[in-house]
């Protein structure tokens, strides 16, 4: 399982039930890709940094749904400790 939320402050919160590893994709309409994002993953912060949007993970979120609305350019894998 796997319940994430979007704090703001260009900031995500994730909370994991039997996970060892998962992706976060993201949108410039939800983060500030100027800014560093951090990703906070069971109450631990896991990820901090920028990532910029990318075209290549554009067409690789596209063929995961085949929806152009449901694109997201950047994207984030952590493993779960």
Known sequence: MID??????NT???VTK???RF???LHPKMV???KPVTIVVDGTARFRGMEKPLLATALESYRR???????YPI??????E
């Open 12 to 14: 995500i919160v994730v």
């Open 4 to 9: 994430a939320t979007d704090a703001g402050h």
């Open 23 to 25: 992706t976060v994709w």
């Open 18 to 20: 039997n996970v060892s």
């Open 32 to 34: 500030d890709v100027n």
């Open 75 to 80: 994207k984030v894998t952590l493993d779960v």
């Open 65 to 71: 749904r085949y929806d152009w609305e449901l694109v």
